[in-house]
C-alpha cells in the first residue's frame, strides 16, 4: 500500500492541536542515516494504516515526492475517544533489520494435558531483531499435551529463519498453572443467625429500702 505525507515546519503541543483541527495527523518519520523528520498525514489515512496493516507492518510512504518504505513503530490513539492523535514511522532499506516487538498469541489451550490447567501469559510480546518486511505479525506458543508447572521460555520460542530473539531467553513467556478458585457466593437472602449469647442470665427487679 502507498500513503503520502508532508514535511512540517512547526512542532509542539499547539502546533499539533492546529493540525488535528484540520483532519491531519502529526508524526514523525526516523532513519538510520538521517535526522528525524516532522510530518502530517491525512487522518482518514492513519485511520486505515491502524485498521488495514497495523503496528509492525511495512508500507510506501511518498514524502514530499521522495518514495521511501516505511515501518509503523507507533499509532497513538486518544484516551477517551477511538482519534489518532500521532504516527511515527521508520524509513528502512530493504532486508535491513531492525529491533522491533512482535506479538504473542497462545494456541491449542484446550489440548493441556490437564484439563484443570489455564495457561498463564507473562509476557503478551517478544523483542526481535528481524526485518520487518517479512517477520510475522504473531508468533503462536503451541500448548499441546502442556501439563502443570511445565513453562514456556522465550529460549524455547520456534523463531523463523531470519528473525534473532533480542531479550534474556530465560524468561518465562507462557506457565500452565491451576486457575484461582472463586470465592463462594453469599447469598443476600440468608438470615443472618443471631449471635449466641454465653451464660446469659434473666434480668432480676431489685426494689430500693424505704
Given at each position: 500500500?502507498?500513503?503520502?505525507?508532508?514535511?512540517?515546519?512547526?512542532?509542539?503541543?499547539?502546533?499539533?492541536?492546529?493540525?488535528?483541527?484540520?483532519?491531519?495527523?502529526?508524526?514523525?518519520?526516523?532513519?538510520?542515516?538521517?535526522?528525524?523528520?516532522?510530518?502530517?498525514?491525512?487522518?482518514?489515512?492513519?485511520?486505515?494504516?491502524?485498521?488495514?496493516?497495523?503496528?509492525?507492518?511495512?508500507?510506501?510512504?511518498?514524502?514530499?515526492?521522495?518514495?521511501?518504505?516505511?515501518?509503523?513503530?507507533?499509532?497513538?490513539?486518544?484516551?477517551?475517544?477511538?482519534?489518532?492523535?500521532?504516527?511515527?514511522?521508520?524509513?528502512?532499506?530493504?532486508?535491513?533489520?531492525?529491533?522491533?516487538?512482535?506479538?504473542?498469541?497462545?494456541?491449542?489451550?484446550?489440548?493441556?494435558?490437564?484439563?484443570?490447567?489455564?495457561?498463564?501469559?507473562?509476557?503478551?510480546?517478544?523483542?526481535?531483531?528481524?526485518?520487518?518486511?517479512?517477520?510475522?505479525?504473531?508468533?503462536?506458543?503451541?500448548?499441546?499435551?502442556?501439563?502443570?508447572?511445565?513453562?514456556?521460555?522465550?529460549?524455547?520460542?520456534?523463531?523463523?529463519?531470519?528473525?534473532?530473539?533480542?531479550?534474556?531467553?530465560?524468561?518465562?513467556?507462557?506457565?500452565?498453572?491451576?486457575?484461582?478458585e472463586e470465592p463462594e457466593?453469599?447469598?443476600?437472602?440468608?438470615?443472618?443467625?443471631?449471635?449466641?449469647?454465653?451464660?446469659?442470665?434473666?434480668?432480676?427487679?431489685?426494689?430500693?429500702?424505704?
Open positions: 500500500m502507498k500513503f503520502t505525507a508532508n514535511k512540517r515546519e512547526a512542532a509542539g503541543t499547539n502546533a499539533a492541536k492546529q493540525l488535528r483541527k484540520q483532519d491531519l495527523v502529526p508524526g514523525v518519520v526516523y532513519s538510520s542515516d538521517m535526522e528525524p523528520v516532522n510530518i502530517t498525514m491525512q487522518r482518514a489515512d492513519v485511520e486505515q494504516i491502524k485498521r488495514e496493516l497495523g503496528i509492525n507492518s511495512v508500507f510506501t510512504l511518498d514524502l514530499d515526492g521522495e518514495s521511501k518504505t516505511v515501518y509503523v513503530r507507533e499509532i497513538d490513539t486518544a484516551a477517551i475517544k477511538p482519534i489518532v492523535y500521532n504516527i511515527n514511522l521508520q524509513a528502512i532499506k530493504k532486508g535491513q533489520k531492525l529491533q522491533m516487538p512482535i506479538a504473542i498469541t497462545v494456541v491449542n489451550e484446550e489440548e493441556l494435558g490437564n484439563p484443570d490447567g489455564v495457561a498463564s501469559v507473562n509476557y503478551f510480546e517478544i523483542d526481535v531483531v528481524a526485518d520487518p518486511a517479512t517477520a510475522p505479525e504473531v508468533i503462536e506458543i503451541d500448548v499441546t499435551g502442556m501439563e502443570i508447572g511445565d513453562t514456556i521460555t522465550a529460549g524455547d520460542l520456534k523463531l523463523a529463519d531470519g528473525i534473532e530473539l533480542d531479550q534474556d531467553p530465560e524468561e518465562v513467556i507462557v506457565s500452565i498453572t491451576v486457575p484461582d457466593e453469599v447469598d443476600p437472602d440468608a438470615e443472618e443467625a443471631e449471635p449466641e449469647v454465653i451464660n446469659e442470665k434473666p434480668g432480676e427487679i431489685v426494689e430500693e429500702d424505704d
